[in-house]
């Protein structure tokens, strides 16, 4: 046919839309897992109440929710570093940070590899905390 279509070449758009078709599936499920749990009457009550849609959505639905939403939140920016074979595949010339560092690291370890390896995996580390702390206190 000879569709050129230029997101869709390898670079930083098509490894964007990579590891967002794979980590979607995983953050949807548990949002979707906290919903099913959800009991519905309290938007019943809500709407008989008299309130509207976008009201029931913003007090009821979202406080609920807000959770498994950080929780999927933070499991998909874990998720995105330890998905590093779709990275691979999908790179075209401007290669993200991981494939930078792999590339990097080939040649042998640097001072400034291990640094951004530490601030990374501190990175990912308060992330998983702040998301473990608020989700005990919600519970």
């Not at 897992?33 to 959505?57: I, K």
């Amino acid at each position: 046919m000879g569709w050129e279509i230029e997101w869709l070449r390898p670079g930083l758009p098509l490894v964007i839309l990579g590891q967002f078709s794979y980590i979607t599936t995983i953050a949807t499920l548990t949002v979707a897992a906290r919903l099913r749990r959800m009991d519905r009457t309290w938007e019943e009550a809500a709407h008989d109440l008299g309130a509207t849609r976008w009201a029931v959505w913003w007090t009821i639905t979202f406080p609920y929710l807000r959770p498994a939403m950080l929780g999927a939140a933070a499991m998909a920016f874990v998720m995105s570093f330890e998905n590093f074979n779709t990275t691979l595949m999908l790179v075209g010339s401007e290669p993200p940070l991981t494939i930078l560092m792999y590339g990097r690291m080939r040649e042998g370890s640097t001072p400034v590899l291990n640094a951004v390896s530490l601030l990374l995996m501190l990175g990912s580390a308060a992330v998983a905390l702040l998301s473990f702390g608020r989700s005990r206190s919600s519970a």
